[in-house]
């Protein structure tokens, strides 16, 4: 669905301008999730080379910016383009969410007083970040070549991979079945497995919007 307004929003200044601010978002995630995932996983003392709170509220700032390009393009533009323009604060809106969950995981490696030791789950979880970073980085390239055949497989992958394996992490613990952890290295565990989930689950609704309507972004085609 977004591919065909994509022209359109190239044609008009204020959309080109709000597009080109979703990609310079999309650059800030991407950038973020990697020290985050860092930070929490091969650091003792979660120093990163960027102030993830200052990105954070940039990424903020981009959002705000994009709905009121949006408004204004459409109280000038008329009714004829309040579907794009939905479909574009409906991706916005997820991009800042991805921002969301990855300035989530710094502040768990604050929290955390060390690296985060998976134990008996570091090759799942291992396989879990591995498959979240490529589905990130896969996402925001097809967002950004509106790349209609790479949106259906990443809207299949998701399914059947990241959000099983996370739900088996968060089962596996919640459900006194592993006891091979602290309290506080079972909680840890849980948390990250979710925010990984959510940031691809958000990343799919970034594609969904490439084939989809506004009425059914983040569902199946």
């Known amino acids: 669905m977004f591919k065909q ?3 359109i929003f190239k044609s008009d200044s204020l959309y080109e301008q709000a597009l080109t601010e ?8 991407r950038e973020m999730f990697n020290e985050s995932i860092s930070s929490l996983r091969n650091s003792d003392t979660a120093e990163i080379p960027i102030d993830i709170y200052a990105t954070d509220k940039k990424i903020n700032e981009f959002e705000r910016d994009v709905r009121r ?3 204004t393009h459409l109280a000038i533009g008329g009714k ?6 939905l479909i574009l604060v409906s991706v916005v809106i997820d991009i800042e969410r991805m921002g969301d969950y990855t300035k989530n995981i710094y502040d768990l490696a ?9 134990g008996s789950f570091e090759k799942t979880l291992s396989d879990m970040e591995k498959s979240t970073k490529e589905f990130l980085n896969k996402a925001i390239d ?13 809207m299949i992958e998701y399914k059947t991979d990241i959000a099983s394996t996370s739900n088996e992490i968060v ?14 290295q079972a909680g840890a565990l ?13 990343s799919r609704n970034l594609v969904s919007s490439i084939v989809n309507p506004f009425e059914r972004i983040g569902y199946p085609e």
């Open 142 to 154: 097809a967002f950004k070549e509106q790349n209609i055949d790479s949106a259906r497989e990443l």
């Open 190 to 202: 849980c948390l990250y497995a979710r925010y990984l989930k959510r940031i691809a689950a958000h």
């Open 5 to 7: 307004i994509f022209e």
């Open 171 to 184: 089962n596996s613990l919640i459900s006194g079945k592993n006891n091979d952890f602290s309290s506080e």
């Open 80 to 85: 004829e383009d309040i579907g794009s323009g």
């Open 69 to 71: 390009k949006v408004m």
């Open 110 to 118: 604050v929290q955390h007083p060390r690296k985060l030791d998976a």
């Open 22 to 29: 979703c990609h310079e978002m999309l650059e800030i995630v």
